[in-house]
């Protein structure tokens, strides 16, 4: 146990920081191999605290840990430098659950080897600074700074952000001269414009259900489950879902499926047919029809016939009745 402490500090990790994560048992396992693997190629005291950071990270957030030595191994030989290359990292292993990994495409998804000089950065903040020149000279320091780093980092992805901050600092510094006590003011807030009645999304509106009326939220049913869906994985990339099963044949199923869905998004609801659809239908019927729809799919009603011989017509035509009321 006060080996794992050593361990654990010994990378930059902080005692209290070092404790917490050793009772995380599945976090501590992990951890321990990543840093023994980097120890192995750069020696005991080879990890330092920006790559025992960067091992910390990728430990705590890699799902499959069948990639831990790969990563670790790119962590230690310096590859993956910058919490924005682990990102693109892990999402890279994450989308190619499959061996074996293409390492060109892993260096290229990663920016591996990618250097960006200090007259790279200057330039790409010059071309930003240039661009929003006019704007930049009549708000002055009021000007939204965010938007050129932004665009800069979009131009550079590999970038050091805060060397591009310094940069762009300087080169405002530069056309604007130092802050005056005009641009120290606070800015005055602007009044509230009344918004449009149909853009105001927590309006209520007047429905009538069986005669009585009442007051529901303004965003349908259908925008409100969009922001959902779009969290969800794409046609074929079921594989990205949390705790989803990779197995040797699981991308050439996945394949099949696609060519013979043509990329469509195909969902279904299947309720027990001998009886009335209830609260409990409520979230099914919301996200399978409505996550169809919202991307162009289709939902199939596929009633779930576990004892088929004792249904009676009246509970599957009444469930039937129902969707099709639903819209």
């Not at 654990?8 to 599945?26: M, V």
Request: proline content about 3%; charged content about 30%; aromatic content about 6%.
């Amino acid at each position: 146990m006060a080996d794992i402490l050593k361990l654990f500090t010994s990378i930059g990790l902080s005692e209290q920081k070092a404790k917490e994560t050793q009772k995380n048992e599945a976090l501590s396992s992990a951890l321990t191999e990543a840093v023994i693997q980097a120890q192995g190629i750069n020696g005991t005291s080879g990890v330092d605290k920006a790559m025992g950071t960067l091992l910390y990270s990728m430990a705590s957030r890699l799902k499959d840990n069948k990639r831990l030595a790969f990563l670790s191994d790119c962590i230690a030989q310096r590859k993956i430098c910058t919490e924005l290359q682990l990102a693109a990292a892990l999402d890279f292993v994450k989308s190619h659950p499959n061996d074996p990994i293409s390492q060109k495409e892993f260096d290229e998804a990663c920016g591996v080897d990618v250097v960006i000089t200090p007259e790279q950065i200057e330039d790409a903040v010059e071309f930003v600074v240039k661009k929003h020149k006019e704007q930049l000279l009549k708000e002055r320091y009021r000007f939204n700074m965010g938007l050129l780093m932004g665009e800069a980092r979009s131009a550079l992805k590999w970038a050091d952000g805060k060397v591009i901050k310094n940069e762009v600092d300087v080169q405002v510094l530069h056309l604007l001269g130092p802050k005056t006590e005009a641009d120290l003011e606070k800015k005055p807030k602007a009044p509230k414009a009344k918004a449009a009645e149909n853009d105001v999304k927590t309006k209520k509106e007047e429905v009538t259900v069986n005669g009585a009326t009442n007051l529901v939220e303004g965003r349908s049913l259908m925008e409100q489950l969009r922001g959902e869906a779009l969290k969800f994985h794409k046609a074929g990339e079921n594989y990205k879902t949390e705790g989803y099963v990779v197995t040797p044949k699981t991308m050439e199923l996945l394949k099949k499926h696609m060519e013979i869905t043509g990329g469509q998004i195909r969902t279904r609801f299947p309720p027990e047919p001998n009886g009335i659809l209830h609260i409990g239908h409520a979230k099914a019927i919301n996200f399978n029809f409505g996550y169809a729809k919202a991307n162009n799919g289709i939902c199939f009603l596929r009633y779930d016939d576990t004892n088929p011989e004792k249904e009676e017509e009246k509970y599957f035509t009444a469930i039937k009745d129902m969707v099709e009321w639903l819209g």
